[in-house]
């Protein structure tokens, strides 16, 4: 069963909070990673791991998303 876009928002939140240190309630889908929240490439390849591991989706490229809802698009898209 495909996570909604929720679920799938609130554990990119948990991923986020873990990596960087920022609050889950400051993650939203407009929130840009590096523009936002200060992501660097590094950080970035280990959020494209953990939401591979997590949402066992295929792993995104570190460059992949520049906001939340890429990541959770990407997510939805491959849960199908």
């Given at each position: 069963?495909?996570?909604?876009?929720?679920?799938?928002?609130?554990?990119?939140?948990?991923?986020?909070?873990?990596?960087?240190?920022?609050?889950?309630?400051?993650?939203?889908?407009?929130t840009?990673?590096?523009?936002?929240?200060?992501?660097?490439?590094?950080?970035?390849?280990?959020?494209?791991?953990?939401?591979?591991?997590?949402?066992?989706?295929?792993?995104?490229?570190?460059?992949?998303?520049?906001?939340?809802?890429?990541?959770?698009a990407?997510?939805?898209?491959?849960?199908?």
């Amino acid at each position: 069963m495909a996570l909604s876009e929720w679920e799938i928002l609130d554990g990119l939140a948990e991923i986020l909070n873990e990596e960087t240190g920022v609050p889950t309630e400051s993650v939203a889908l407009g929130t840009r990673f590096a523009g936002d929240l200060g992501v660097d490439e590094e950080t970035m390849r280990l959020i494209a791991a953990h939401i591979e591991q997590k949402f066992r989706v295929p792993r995104p490229g570190a460059a992949a998303f520049v906001r939340v809802g890429d990541a959770v698009a990407h997510i939805q898209a491959a849960q199908g």
